[in-house]
Nanobody, 125 residues
Framework: QGRVLESGGGSVQSGQSLTLSCAAS????????MAWFRRETGKEVEGVAS???????KYADFVKGRFTIARDNAKNTLTLQMNNLSPNDTAIYYC???????????????????WGPGTQVSVSS
């Protein structure tokens, strides 16, 4: 069993950027589908992006072209570069890991085994 811990959240203005980081422990992310999810207040968790063990990328339509997910297997970390942020991106962002192929889990939250406590991103207009 493993753990993940997010960092890098904060408050920014519309159009600015943030980079979120996820540090993993207790397991090696090299063999896992890694993903970012987010939850707006009062809403359900939704998938943001995933990266497969082979580096294959998947993005939700609402972030495609603005966000970049990446993994550093040597450091056992995951990042999410968030550019051109808007108030609609305000949410708690979660790092998650699944011991299955990304093609199988398909950014479905219930298929991910490891979750971090989340980090808050707030974007003002």
């Amino acid at each position: 069993q493993g753990r993940v811990l997010e960092s890098g959240g904060g408050s920014v203005q519309s159009g600015q950027s943030l980079t979120l980081s996820c540090a993993a422990s207790g397991f090696t992310i090299w063999g896992y589908c890694m993903a970012w999810f987010r939850r707006e207040t009062g809403k359900e968790v939704e998938g943001v992006a995933s990266i497969g063990t082979d580096g294959a990328l998947k993005y939700a339509d609402f972030v495609k072209g603005r966000f970049t997910i990446a993994r550093d297997n040597a450091k056992n970390t995951l990042t999410l570069q968030m550019n051109n942020l808007s108030p609609n991106d305000t949410a708690i962002y979660y790092c998650a890991a699944a011991d299955l192929a990304c093609e199988i889990v398909n950014l479905r939250s219930h298929t991910f085994a490891y979750w971090g406590p989340g980090t808050q991103v707030s974007v003002s207009s």
